[in-house]
């Protein structure tokens, strides 16, 4: 079974979002989600500044099973980008939620606003084990 972490919200494309300051939120793809694809081998990440709207693709996460996009769950800016992984893309499959976070992202409402579509760590635990 999955990890989920209660403290973080996440997307149907098994996004995991973090508040991590005022109107900035960090992003990475869930414990499932990396079960899913398997041995990760490479990454394309956004440009910091970038901007996106929720939904956009921010970049790919290629494994060896499937190439995969990384979605924004919100509309803002991209502030920081996680570069560690362009060199150990295999830290997503290790530490999804620690280490393998891929970007954050300045949102462009209050994070309640930008965060309210998304699913709460219950509703994304019914989620997944539909697809399991």
Same mark, same amino acid.
């Given at each position: 079974m999955?990890?989920?972490?209660d403290?973080? =919200?996440?997307?149907?494309?098994? %996004? $995991? /979002?973090? *508040?991590? !300051?005022? +109107?900035?939120? +960090?992003?990475?793809i869930s414990?499932? &989600? =990396?079960?899913?694809? !398997?041995d990760?081998?490479?990454?394309?990440l956004?440009?910091? !500044?970038?901007? *996106?709207? &929720?939904?956009?693709?921010?970049g790919?996460? %290629?494994?060896v099973?499937? /190439? @995969?996009?990384?979605?924004?769950? /919100?509309?803002?800016t *991209?502030v920081? *980008?996680n @570069?560690?992984?362009?060199d =150990?893309?295999?830290?997503?499959? %290790?530490?999804?939620?620690?280490? !393998? $976070?891929? /970007?954050?992202?300045?949102?462009?409402?209050?994070?309640?606003? &930008?965060?309210?579509d998304?699913?709460?760590?219950?509703?994304y +635990?019914e989620?997944?084990?539909?697809? %399991?």
């Amino acid at each position: 079974m999955s990890e989920i972490k209660d403290l973080l =919200q996440y997307s149907k494309e098994h %996004e $995991w /979002v973090e *508040v991590i !300051g005022d +109107r900035t939120i +960090r992003i990475g793809i869930s414990d499932f &989600a =990396q079960h899913q694809l !398997g041995d990760i081998v490479f990454l394309e990440l956004p440009e910091i !500044g970038a901007k *996106v709207n &929720a939904a956009d693709s921010l970049g790919s996460i %290629e494994s060896v099973k499937t /190439v @995969s996009d990384l979605y924004s769950p /919100v509309k803002g800016t *991209v502030v920081k *980008v996680n @570069s560690t992984l362009l060199d =150990q893309p295999e830290l997503v499959n %290790e530490e999804p939620y620690e280490g !393998g $976070w891929m /970007v954050e992202i300045e949102v462009e409402q209050s994070t309640e606003e &930008a965060l309210s579509d998304l699913l709460n760590a219950e509703q994304y +635990r019914e989620y997944t084990e539909d697809q %399991e």
